[in-house]
């Protein structure tokens, strides 16, 4: 497939990228509610996220889908390091 076909079925509709990140914002933005206060910050919550996000490989780690003490493991150390 040639790049431009490739672009078509990428990014279908001008100014998609935008509507998209506002999406994300929107599903991602809590509202205030009775209870406890929030346990993380929004920069941790980010962290959270971007770890979800990544492959155990691309943080170093030799394994093909995260276990739940890898993830733990590696959510402390950047989390730590904000």
Known sequence: MGETICRGYLHPFPGEQKLLSQAIEVLLTDEQRPGAPATFTFEQFMQIMAVACETPAEAGY??????????????R???ESM
């Open 77 to 79: 150390v950047k989390l």
């Open 62 to 75: 030799l394994l093909k889908t995260w276990a739940t003490h890898t993830c733990t493991h590696r959510l």
